[in-house]
Antibody, heavy 114, light 110 residues
Framework: QVQLVQSGAEVKKPGASVKVSCKTS????????ISWVRQATGQGLEWMGW????????GSVEKFQGRVTMTRSTSTSTAYMELSSLRSEDTAVYYC???????WGQGTLVTVSS | QAVVTQEPSLTVSPGGTVTLTCGSS?????????AYWFQQKPGQAPTTLIY???YKHSWTPARFSGSLLGGKAALTLSGAQPEDEADYYC??????????FGTGTRVTVL
């Protein structure tokens, strides 16, 4: 069955970067785009951007452009999302999602605190 | 960027029917928005109930259905169960590609 397993929780200081991984299995990694979604505590879902694992092409919402980098390793069927210049407002749970039928990873809590 | 609007909260009686809607600030929602519906319970990742407006996953209970209604995407819950109490989010696809989540609806079964 399709599985997306994300890396563990992170605590970062303001100004630092964080890289979240999303290891996939149960399907052909290059056949479906991966989206990244975040959710601050008590808030709604926010779509951040997407990546085509086949071509490596990416796109993101304007507010994250210049701060978010989405990459992949086709050899390990793993997607990565790196967010830089972290601020307290970036504290949230970050999810990877396989597009198509939209299957979700379990989420990764990123806490930004001095 | 478009704004996608949902009812903030709805209450349904056990066994009752409730319809959640998902509207777009850019105009009528059509099949071209490929509407998705997600259910999220406290402390859990969302799960996908409906994709491409009307299609269900194998795990989607039969009491949930998706449609287009009055220029909006809609999720209807018929025969509500206590376990359906949750937050529900819609997602619309725009050209770009770009996705925008709805503001979310908290459904209470009471």
């Amino acid at each position: 069955q399709v599985q997306l397993v994300q890396s563990g929780a992170e605590v970062k200081k303001p100004g630092a970067s964080v890289k979240v991984s999303c290891k996939t299995s149960g399907y052909t990694f290059t056949s479906y785009d991966i989206s990244w979604v975040r959710q601050a505590t008590g808030q709604g879902l926010e779509w951040m951007g997407w990546m085509n694992p086949d071509s490596g092409q990416t796109g993101s919402v304007e507010k994250f452009q210049g701060r978010v980098t989405m990459t992949r390793s086709t050899s390990t069927s793993t997607a990565y999302m790196e967010l830089s210049s972290l601020r307290s407002e970036d504290t949230a749970v970050y999810y990877c999602v396989r597009e198509g039928n939209w299957e979700w990873g379990q989420g990764t809590l990123v806490t930004v605190s001095s | 960027q478009a704004v996608v609007t949902q009812e903030p909260s709805l209450t349904v009686s056990p066994g009752g029917t409730v319809t959640l809607t998902c509207g777009s600030s850019t105009g009528a929602v059509t099949s071209g928005h490929y509407a998705y519906w997600f259910q999220q319970k406290p402390g859990q990742a969302p799960t996908t109930l409906i994709y491409d407006t009307i299609y269900k996953h194998s795990w989607t209970p039969a009491r949930f259905s998706g449609s287009l209604l009055g220029g909006k995407a809609a999720l209807t819950l018929s025969g509500a169960q206590p376990e359906d109490e949750a937050d529900y989010y819609c997602l619309l696809s725009y050209s770009g590609p770009l996705y925008v989540f709805g503001t979310g609806t908290r459904v209470t079964v009471l």
